[in-house]
């Protein structure tokens, strides 16, 4: 692609071309940075629609009855089902409603999807944003995979490309590709998910640690790769055990699809907010992208909702308040500095944002996206 000012359905057909869903796809360069697109220049795509409650956020989906395709593979087959069964579990909900259920379902919301996603997954894992003891790195990195969102050198991975490439055609799961796509499509279809953030170059830090490893010989050294699916299986089935048809359905199923929505909404494995904080909200800092503060869904996701500050300063550990720094377990806590903050601060007064980085519309160049880990980005 050339350097010129494009829009993001540009962008994807730069990357792209018009390959049939059957065609392999062409190896992309994934440790480029691409420019902001131009919002302008999407609005006036053919077939663009406007977002309701949105002024300038043009979506455009780039792979039409993608559902259709052939071959599905296996993993796209039990991916797929996976999330279907689980809603279609979670309608059971009515006739199976206890109290207990509900109070272990809330419990393991909190610490699946509050400790093991947001806490360990992102903060730490994928952004580096403070240390902790090996012991309770590795017990948290374990209850995330708990929360049945891949295993943790997948989920980083993604999320690791999405803060590179943020609504970019690189982007794992951008908003300018539609609703369904940016919530969940993009899981469905791992020939494209693979093509966009499937390196391992970025996850190098990770890979070193034999808790985390993928891939590699012998077996006993992928714990978390072998045993994720294992997890699943006995989750649910110690659900059943000790609390019958309302545990599998209240604390398993409805959890679980109430843990995806929230995660999708606002930084889904691998990703970022894509419906709520890619489209609504405010943008008190210029990131260049989309992302935006929700504060209402900040109440839900343990304040992930505040997703343009977090786009800013990526590897800040506070997004607001964090608990774990008033027991002792953790160290080196990174928070942006008042200098950085008014650097990115938007002006009020209608001029243009305090920061080189351009916004979307303007000149489009390349620039450095925040390092999202230091081991990491290094390779």
């Given at each position: 692609m050339s350097g010129k000012e494009a829009s993001y359905s540009g962008q994807w057909d730069g990357l792209f071309g018009d390959a049939p869903l059957k065609a392999p796809l062409p190896h992309l360069d994934t440790k480029r940075c691409l420019p902001a697109p131009s919002m302008e220049l999407q609005a006036r795509e053919p077939g663009a629609r406007l977002v309701p409650y949105t002024k300038d956020v043009w979506v455009l989906p780039k792979l039409r009855n993608w559902l259709f395709r052939e071959p599905w593979s296996f993993y796209d087959v039990v991916t797929t089902g996976s999330i279907l069964g689980l809603h279609l579990v979670s309608l059971a909900a009515p006739w199976t409603f206890t109290w207990p259920a509900l109070w272990w379902g809330a419990a393991l919301f909190f610490a699946c999807g509050g400790l093991g996603i947001d806490v360990s997954f992102h903060r730490q894992l994928t952004h580096r944003s403070f240390d902790s003891p090996k012991w309770l790195e590795y017990l948290l990195a374990f209850v995330g995979t708990c929360g049945l969102e891949m295993d943790p050198i997948s989920w980083v991975r993604h999320h690791r490309f999405h803060h590179r490439n943020t609504d970019r055609a690189l982007d794992p799961h951008s908003s300018y590709e539609g609703f369904f796509w940016s919530h969940c499509g993009w899981l469905m279809h791992s020939k494209v998910l693979d093509a966009r953030a499937g390196d391992d170059w970025i996850v190098s830090d990770l890979k070193d640690q034999l808790f985390y490893r993928q891939g590699l010989l012998p077996p006993a050294t992928r714990v978390l790769e072998l045993t994720y699916p294992l997890v699943a299986v006995a989750q649910y089935g110690a659900l059943y055990y000790y609390g019958g048809w309302p545990g599998v359905v209240w604390a398993g199923a409805v959890r679980q699809v109430l843990m995806w929505h929230v995660t999708w909404l606002v930084n889904r494995q691998a990703g970022g907010a894509e419906l709520a904080c890619h489209i609504w909200g405010s943008r008190p800092y210029n990131t260049g992208d989309l992302s935006s503060n929700v504060w209402w869904l900040a109440l839900a996701t343990f304040g992930e909702a505040w997703h343009n500050n977090h786009h800013a300063f990526p590897s800040s550990a506070r997004h607001g308040l964090?608990?774990?720094?008033?027991v002792g377990l953790a160290w080196d806590v990174r928070?942006?500095?008042?200098?950085?903050?008014?650097?990115?601060?938007?002006?009020?007064?209608?001029?243009?944002?305090?920061?080189?980085?351009?916004?979307?519309?303007?000149e489009a160049v390349a620039e450095a996206r925040p390092a999202v880990s230091d081991a990491a980005m290094a390779n």
């Open positions: 964090e608990w774990w720094q008033a928070l942006p500095t008042e200098a950085q903050k008014q650097k990115l601060l938007k002006k009020v007064n209608g001029g243009k944002p305090g920061s080189a980085v351009p916004v979307n519309g303007g």
